[in-house]
């Protein structure tokens, strides 16, 4: 079967559209956190926002990220955190399960990130699960957190 040139065009077109919809892309190593400025180079805790207007911000830690939505005046459209179990995954903050474990994470506070439904291997040591405004509130309250930390 072939495809003329028109067929091809709109194809491309509807191929671009598709992944301009999708979640951004991280380069590690390459971009730089919005928040803290540092080089995005721990993919298991990673972060990602979209904002209001439509533009991406990246994060190197889910603190970073929870840090600079108190900073904004509105609330992104989408946040996207790494499942620390599989870096480079990126799921929807809002439909992740949030742990503080007892390893370092780039802020220091040991905020991982895990799919809710994950059910293979164990996290490191960790005390939760919270979600994603229950860790939110935990990091703007500092480094213990209402839930008083495993360290």
């Known amino acids: 079967m072939t495809c003329d040139r028109r067929q091809f065009l709109l194809i491309l ?8 919809a999708g979640i951004p892309v ?20 990673a972060a990602l926002a979209e904002t209001a207007k439509g533009r991406t911000a990246r994060f190197d830690s889910i603190e970073c990220l929870a840090r600079w939505i108190e900073e904004q005046d509105e609330f992104p459209r989408h946040t996207w955190v790494t499942d620390f179990a599989t870096p480079g995954v990126v799921l929807a903050a809002s439909e992740a399960r949030f742990y503080r474990a007892a ?15 994950r059910t293979g291997a164990p996290l490191p040591e960790s005390e939760g699960p919270y979600t994603w405004d229950e860790t939110r509130r935990g990091i703007l309250a500092g480094a213990e957190g209402p839930h008083g930390g495993i360290r």
């Open 26 to 45: 991280l380069r590690y190593g390459v971009d730089v956190c919005d928040f803290c400025r540092m080089t995005i180079s721990e993919p298991e805790f």
């Open 13 to 20: 077109a509807a191929g671009a559209v598709g992944c301009a």
């Open 103 to 117: 390893v370092r994470s780039s802020m220091g506070q040991g905020w991982i990130a895990s799919d809710a439904k």
